[in-house]
Nanobody
């Protein structure tokens, strides 16, 4: 079993910053992809950023230049540094681990950006 625990969400004013963390535990294969998705009310869940164990990254166009994903492979932890936050970034942010053909999700953490 794999468990993902997210932390770091909260309420911030527009232009502010937040850092999300997601720690994975359990039987985790060394080669995997960890990433962040978000879902705003009434919208579909969308990819925010992803990162492989080898360090390759991809970002949604809407967050490029503002968000940075990083990970600590030894700790099976992925981070999302979010700067210059906008009200449209408001959503529940979910951590996802992809490995051996399976997807595992965290419980989600709320990020609210006030204008």
């Amino acid at each position: 079993q794999v468990q993902l625990v997210e932390s770091g969400g909260g309420l911030v004013q527009a232009g502010g910053s937040l850092r999300l963390s997601c720690a994975a535990s359990g039987s985790i294969f060394s080669i995997n992809i960890m990433g962040w998705y978000r879902q705003a009310p009434g919208k579909q869940r969308e990819l925010v950023a992803g990162m492989t164990t080898g360090g390759n990254t991809n970002y949604a166009d809407s967050v490029k230049g503002r968000f940075t994903i990083s990970r600590d492979n030894a700790k099976n932890t992925v981070y999302l540094q979010m700067n210059s936050l906008k009200p449209e970034d408001t959503a529940v942010y979910y951590c996802k681990l992809q490995t051996l053909g399976r997807d595992y999700w965290g419980q989600g953490t709320q990020v609210t950006v006030s204008s």
